[in-house]
């Protein structure tokens, strides 16, 4: 175990969550991880289905930008 990480000493769930607020709060915590990049990277290579590596939010192996809420999407104005 490597002493000084944040997830080392964070509750894992927080790095798993589906809220946005708990979301921001696990990106938060990684942004002043010395292994931030090397875990990114191994995420990617690993194409991680789910949770917060390196900063970023993954889903199905992408990173995202956030979570999509649950229920129909917002009705978007066609163009005519």
Do not use: N, Y
């Not at 969550?17 to 292994?35: D, F, H, N, R, Y």
């Not at 900063?55 to 163009?79: C, H, N, Y």
């Amino acid at each position: 175990k490597i002493m000084g990480l944040p997830c080392h000493s964070s509750d894992p769930e927080l790095f798993f969550s589906e809220q946005p607020l708990v979301i921001a709060q696990a990106k938060a915590l990684c942004s002043g991880c010395p292994m931030k990049a090397k875990c990114l990277q191994g995420a990617l290579s690993r194409a991680e289905p789910c949770g917060v590596w390196g900063g970023e939010l993954f889903d199905e192996g992408q990173v995202i930008q956030s979570k999509r809420t649950p229920g129909r999407p917002a009705k978007v104005a066609q163009a005519s």
